[in-house]
């Protein structure tokens, strides 16, 4: 028994030194977000502490990161609004673009509950605040002229191959349409 324990630890996945592995490039990045909204409660006038803070303040400092964003976001009244890739420069403002504020809130989200916050009072996960995500990815889509779709679930391998052996060939199947499905699905010139 003592020679195992004497032994040298010779797994080269496992530390044996005091020092904490290095954090993976997420938990970086969701520290320095942490620090800077924290830095931003702090120079807030008043300044607010973390518990008084709602999902107002949130939307206070998404706007105020707005400045600093690299996306160009063109108003309605722009000749380049809805064009994906304008053929001229126009004056219209650079904002922060939605995927970084929804990945920014996610970040944010998962610090406050590992810093002592609770759930249920989690500022970051206020309808407020998920209602401004959802008009900021609308707007931004239509200025860019593209639309955010909702992904497809997909569907299991093994269940549609179940349902094609229990189910009889086309011929034999009525002829009559399905619900949501068009009437030219079953029309045998049809190329879809």
Not at 21 to 30: A, G, V
Request: net charge positive; hydrophobic share 30%.
């Amino acid at each position: 028994m003592e020679l195992i324990s004497h032994q040298a630890n010779k797994n080269p996945n496992t530390s044996t030194n005091s020092t904490p592995p290095s954090s993976s490039r997420y938990e970086n990045q969701k520290r320095r977000d942490w620090n800077t909204f924290c830095q931003y409660l702090r120079n807030h006038r008043p300044p607010l502490s973390l518990p008084s803070c709602s999902g107002a303040h949130v939307l206070e400092f998404l706007r105020y990161l707005d400045q600093f964003g690299k996306t160009k976001v063109h108003h309605q009244n722009c000749a380049f609004f809805g064009l994906p890739n304008p053929p001229a420069p126009c004056p219209c403002p650079l904002r922060q673009a939605w995927g970084s504020l929804d990945a920014l809130i996610g970040r944010l989200r998962a610090a406050f509950e590992e810093n002592g916050g609770p759930p249920e009072a989690n500022p970051f996960g206020s309808r407020a605040v998920r209602l401004y995500l959802r008009e900021v990815r609308d707007f931004q889509a239509k200025a860019r002229g593209v639309s955010y779709d909702k992904k497809r679930k997909r569907v299991n391998r093994q269940k549609t191959q179940t349902l094609q052996q229990t189910q009889p060939p086309l011929a034999l199947q009525q002829q009559q349409p399905h619900q949501g499905q068009s009437v030219m699905a079953n029309y045998s010139g049809a190329t879809v």
